[in-house]
């Protein structure tokens, strides 16, 4: 054989495991009807994964540091540089601080996060990854629903509805001013609290009442006293909830009562500093922890 048969012979071989690379990732892609939400194991401090069937990606907080790429390249494919939409709760570093880490390795199409002002380095240089990245911006609002995408084979849509802030937050203190949302998959769902304190969730409890249920809540401010008021806890009516802390902080997160009010209600708690990442799959009937 010639040497320019050889070469064409080779070019057409390499090609043609391009082509099935291209639909091996096509292929995972579809997530076959199945919702993924992680609470990465960030230490002290949010970061929350949510993998719609349509394969559309969230990520709620970063985390303090770069950890959350190391937990992120646990639940995403090595070839998956992509994420979808970021929503940085409220600018304190221990949420938004690996999300500049997450900017810098990941394609991010869009951030929406509250108004409320933070006026740390980390809310600086996170102003500044998401402008330099180019990535669409916008204020988080109550009412606003964010589409994840219908599933291929189930047909539900994925969605997140934002319940608060629901006004201007610009001068309040950064946890109170912070993003809650509802994640909707057909008959099952996710409560995002960030730190919300009890003000807000009682606040909330009066606005929407039942229709704050949720499968699974994060307790709010890492299982702080200051939030999971039983008034907000009775009105969401989790079957799980999850503690987003690191083991080590001074805080004492959780604390006593917050564990005493879980254990009041029977609502088995998960913990990310003593199980690490914790995933829960919904098919959009029930939820389920499979890590
Ligand atoms: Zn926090």
């Known amino acids: 054989m010639r040497t ?19 639909w091996w990732a096509v292929v995972l892609e ?23 069937p349509s394969g559309r990606q969230v ?30 709760t409220h600018p304190d570093a221990d949420h938004i601080g690996g999300l500049i880490d997450v900017l810098a390795r990941y394609r991010v199409a869009a951030a929406i996060g509250s108004s409320v002002k933070g006026d740390t380095g980390e809310a600086k240089e996170l102003d500044h990854a998401i402008s330099s990245e180019g990535a669409r911006r916008v204020r988080a609002m109550r009412g606003q629903v964010v589409d994840l ?67 699974v809540l994060k307790a709010g401010h890492h299982g702080s006293r200051t939030s999971s008021s039983e008034l907000f806890i009775g009105f969401v009516d989790p079957e799980f909830a999850v503690f987003s802390r690191g083991c080590d902080n001074s805080y004492g997160h959780p604390h006593k009562e917050v564990i005493e009010i879980f254990e009041r209600f029977e609502i088995p708690t998960y913990d990310t500093c003593k199980n690490g990442a914790i995933t829960f799959m919904s098919d959009g009937n029930t939820v389920q922890r499979i890590q």
Request: one cysteine or more; hydrophobic letters at 45%.
């Open 59 to 88: 990520l709620i907080d970063g985390g303090r540091s770069s950890v959350v790429l190391r937990e992120l390249s646990k639940v995403m494919p090595w070839y998956d540089k992509t994420i979808d939409l970021l929503i940085p």
């Open 30 to 52: 579809d997530r076959n009807g199945k919702l993924t939400v992680s609470f990465l194991d960030v230490g002290q401090g949010d970061a929350i994964f949510i993998d719609a």
């Open 4 to 22: 320019s048969a050889k070469i064409s012979l080779l070019v057409i071989f390499l090609l043609s495991i391009a082509v099935l690379v291209i």
């Open 149 to 215: 995408g219908p599933s291929t084979s189930s047909g539900l849509r994925a969605y997140l509805e934002i319940l608060f802030p629901d006004r201007s937050v610009e001068n309040v203190e950064t946890n109170t001013g912070c993003v809650v949302a509802r994640l909707v998959y057909g008959g099952t769902s996710f409560m995002f609290s960030c730190d919300a304190p009890q003000s807000v969730e009682k606040y909330l409890a009066g606005l929407d009442g039942k229709n704050l249920h949720a499968n």
